[in-house]
């Protein structure tokens, strides 16, 4: 028989999981608040001798699994954004230069 809160915990990992995939940051985000009420009640019963370690043991490996690949994610997100824009800098600065050699008065 399966515990209710154990469901609670893979469904939001799924969630979790789904919403990395698709990259959905704002889900992510409204996702993560939801870990501490979910998990906590489970750690509750565990304190309490109402749970088998094992079962809680693999869903908190579980999280933490996906917290390492969303924390990789949003690491490439970041250098990828990052990228971008020097890109977008480096175009300003040549538009820049353009504009600066186009718009001299000759001697």
């Not at 933490?64 to 890109?87: H, I, P, V, W, Y």
């Not at 175009?91 to 600066?100: C, E, I, L």
Request: aromatic letters at 4%; charged letters at 30%; a negative charge.
């Amino acid at each position: 028989m399966t515990d209710d809160r154990f469901d609670a915990i893979d469904t939001l990992i799924d969630h979790l999981e789904t919403a990395l995939s698709e990259k959905d940051w704002d889900e992510l985000s409204r996702l993560n608040q939801l870990v501490r009420p979910t998990i906590e009640p489970v750690m509750a019963a565990l304190e309490a001798g109402e749970l088998d370690a094992e079962p809680v043991r693999e869903r908190l490996a579980g999280l933490q699994t996906f917290c390492d690949r969303a924390n990789n994610s949003a690491m490439d997100a970041k250098a990828e954004a990052r990228k971008a824009l020097e890109g977008i800098n480096q175009n300003r600065s040549a538009a820049r230069a353009y504009q600066n050699v186009s718009g001299s008065p000759q001697k």
